[in-house]
């Protein structure tokens, strides 16, 4: 069983809609990780995070440590963002081990 | 622009054949890995390697062996390529953030 879950697995959401993408983890973590994966196979890291919140355009990444859990968040989505999102914990030693992802697809 | 490069992007290979997918990366990193992705597993570790020389099991080691001669380059080897290694394989090397080749779409038949 992977140790990290990501919900949901399939989001679709219209032009221009907030987007919240979970992650759950059961263990002890070093850092929490986000990931790009756009068709094609290239994998972009987007958020490295151990506590609190962290902002790069119109995209956040928050953890709460306490409740092992992380969130992804894009605002005013664009066909674009249509992508799969990977969250990924760090535990010891720079391994990271992933969720499955969550497919996103912004519908114009 | 910092890069991993996977030297193929899709490979087609027979059963029982020697494979070397090759990553270099310009970063100076000395942590490398090799992924395997499936659909419906996500990435899985095949096998890491903290700094020239070394290499440390992932969770699926089994089938395939890694070599770093150098620190810009690590090599994933399938030493007899069997129909169930075909899958996507992505390289990535990382000091604090990770950088991930394009991948490699390798097809066994």
């Known amino acids: 069983k992977n140790e990290v879950e990501q919900s949901p697995q399939n989001l679709t959401a219209q032009e221009g809609e907030f987007i919240t993408i979970n992650c759950s983890y059961s263990?002890?973590?070093?850092?929490l990780h986000w990931l790009q994966q756009h068709p094609g196979g290239g994998i972009v890291s987007l958020f490295m995070?151990?506590?609190g919140k962290k902002k790069h355009g119109r995209l956040i990444a928050t953890i709460n440590i306490q409740e092992k859990h992380s969130s992804l968040h894009i605002t005013a989505s664009h066909p674009r963002d249509s992508a799969v999102y990977i969250c990924a914990e760090e535990t010891s030693g720079s391994r990271l081990t992933f969720g499955e992802g969550t497919q996103l697809t912004v519908n114009p | 622009d910092v890069k991993v490069t996977q030297s193929s992007r899709y490979l087609v290979k027979r059963t029982g054949e020697k494979v070397f997918l090759e990553c270099v990366q310009d970063m100076d990193h000395e942590n490398m890995f090799w992924y395997r992705q499936d659909p419906g597993l996500g990435l899985r570790l095949i096998y890491f390697s903290y700094d020239v020389k070394m290499k440390e099991k992932g969770d699926i080691p089994e089938g395939y062996s890694v070599s770093r001669e150098k620190k810009e380059r690590f090599s994933l080897i399938l030493e007899s390529a069997s129909t169930n290694q075909t899958s996507m394989y992505l390289c990535a090397s990382r000091s604090t953030e990770a950088f991930f080749g394009q991948g490699t779409r390798l097809t066994v038949v």
């Open positions: 263990v002890g973590i070093s850092a």
């Open positions: 995070l151990s506590s």
